[in-house]
């Protein structure tokens, strides 16, 4: 089982990114799929996810600015930043291996399976 991240990258305020996830070793289709990320001093943070029937949940930080998809037949996950401010600095994870896409579920020790993370800074 492996996710790995890419598509991070230093921009500035107002920029985009896209960020992929591609999984081998096992088929995503029914799982949940999701973001995290990890600023540096701070917890790991739960902020998006996608279920196996498309449904999504965005936290408030990122919620408008944020899109997540997933495409099962590439056994990949996205997530499209757009409007990116200084405070989305952070490392990006994506995980899985839960099937629930829920706030309340959106933590890390919900999730068994991490990508090794890639770096997105925003400068002012």
């Known amino acids: 089982v492996q996710l790995v991240e890419s598509g991070g990258g230093s921009v500035q305020t107002g920029g985009s990114l896209r960020l992929s996830c591609a999984a081998s070793g096992f088929t995503l289709d029914y799982y949940t799929i999701a973001w995290f990320r990890q600023a540096p001093g701070k917890e790991r943070e739960g902020i998006s996810c996608?279920?196996?029937?498309?449904?999504?949940y965005y936290s408030d930080s990122v919620s408008g600015r944020f899109t997540i998809s997933r495409d099962n037949a590439k056994n990949a996950l996205y997530l499209q930043m757009n409007n990116l401010k200084p405070e989305d600095t952070a490392v990006y994870y994506c995980?899985?291996?839960?099937?629930?896409?829920?706030?309340?579920?959106?933590?890390?020790?919900?999730?068994?399976?991490w990508g090794q993370g890639t770096q997105v800074a925003v400068s002012s």
């Open positions: 996608i279920d196996s029937a498309y449904s999504t």
């Open positions: 995980a899985t291996g839960t099937p629930l896409c829920a706030p309340y579920y959106l933590t890390s020790r919900n999730y068994d399976y």
